[in-house]
């Protein structure tokens, strides 16, 4: 994929957070495309509509892929998320196979968007350090300041 296709998959995760928050729930959204490009799910947090702490985009995505698809096809995808996957959600992308990772805005801004929000204790913990630490090489591509505002703005009036 080339970086034009990782914009184009990154605001089409925005619009998918957007529905997230349109239903109640924090604003984040997750897709998954394979190698040639055909978005294969596509996924909105639904921790608080549904109870359910890990329910995050990312988590909930993998959940579904990987009863849908085989570990060796996941690794020819990749996952797209419009903040940076947090340690919960880097591990279900590791051991769902998921080969690649792009996402919009880093977890250290999205930490100055949430605050102490208690909705979003956000980890410290780059994605690049908890797939570091693992067996796979999996590709990680991100922040993307091009479109940071665009990530920002879904964001805007919903943190305390």
């Not at 914009?7 to 957070?17: F, H, N, R």
């Not at 608080?48 to 995505?61: F, K, P, Q, V």
């Not at 570091?132 to 665009?150: D, H, M, N, S, T």
Request: one cysteine or more; proline letters at 4%; charged letters at 25%.
């Amino acid at each position: 994929m080339s970086w034009k296709d990782d914009i184009y998959y990154i605001k089409k995760c925005v619009e998918v957070s957007q529905r997230a928050r349109d239903n109640g729930n924090t604003p984040f959204g997750a897709i998954l495309v394979d190698a040639n490009g055909n978005i294969l799910l596509e996924q909105e947090n639904i921790e608080i509509t549904e109870s359910n702490c890990t329910g995050h985009a990312e988590t909930t995505l993998m959940e579904k892929a990987s009863k849908k698809y085989t570990k060796d096809f996941l690794w020819q995808c990749t996952l797209y998320s419009t903040a940076e996957p947090c340690a919960m959600c880097a591990g279900a992308i590791y051991w769902g196979n998921v080969g690649r990772v792009v996402y919009g805005i880093s977890e250290k801004r999205l930490l100055e968007l949430t605050g102490d929000d208690s909705q979003n204790p956000t980890f410290d913990l780059p994605c690049r350090e908890v797939f570091a630490r693992g067996q796979k090489k999996i590709e990680v591509v991100g922040p993307f300041p091009e479109i940071e505002a665009l990530v920002v703005k879904v964001h805007e009036g919903f943190w305390s």
